[in-house]
C-alpha cells in the first residue's frame, strides 16, 4: 500500500467557507443592484414630472403674455388652461397623464395669476414635484 505524504487539494471545510462567502458576497452585491434601480427609477419619475410641470408652466406663461387667463380648472387627473381676450381667440390647452396627479391653486385676478402646482406620481406618491409661481402682466394705461 503506498501512502501519499504530499496530498494537494482542498478539504470539504474550506470548500463550504468557500461557499459561504460568495454567498455572503453575492446577496450584497444583488441587494446593492436593486437598491440602484429603484433609487434609479424614483430619480427618472421626478425628472418626468419637473418636466411637466415645466410644459405646464411654460405654456401658462405663453397664454398669459397672448391673451388673458381666464381660468385654470383641475379636479386631480387633468389641468386645463380657460383664456379669453380681444386680441386672441378662445384657447383652452389641457394636460392629462394617466401616471400623473395633479394638485393646483390658483389665484387670479385682472392681470396677475398666482399658481402652486404638485405634480404627485401614481406609481410611488412619495414621488411629487413642487412649484409656485406668479405671472404678472402690465396693465395697459
Known amino acids: 500500500m503506498k501512502i501519499f505524504k504530499n496530498e494537494s487539494g482542498i478539504t470539504l471545510v474550506e470548500l463550504l467557507a ?71 381667440s378662445s384657447i383652452n390647452k389641457r394636460f392629462d397623464n394617466s401616471n400623473i396627479e395633479y394638485k393646483l391653486e390658483k389665484s387670479i385676478n385682472n392681470t396677475n395669476v398666482n399658481v402652486k402646482l404638485t405634480l404627485i406620481s401614481k406609481k410611488d406618491k412619495k414621488v411629487q414635484y413642487k412649484t409656485a409661481t406668479t405671472f404678472f402682466k402690465l396693465s395697459p394705461n
Open 18 to 88: 468557500a461557499i459561504v462567502l460568495f454567498g455572503i458576497i453575492s446577496i450584497l452585491a444583488w441587494r446593492f443592484f436593486f437598491q440602484f434601480t429603484t433609487f434609479n427609477e424614483k430619480a427618472v419619475t421626478q425628472n418626468q414630472l419637473q418636466q411637466e410641470a415645466n410644459i405646464i408652466l411654460n405654456t401658462m406663461h405663453t397664454v398669459h403674455t397672448k391673451c388673458t387667463i381666464h381660468d385654470l380648472g383641475s379636479d386631480g387627473s387633468y389641468i386645463e388652461i380657460i383664456s379669453n381676450g380681444a386680441d386672441c
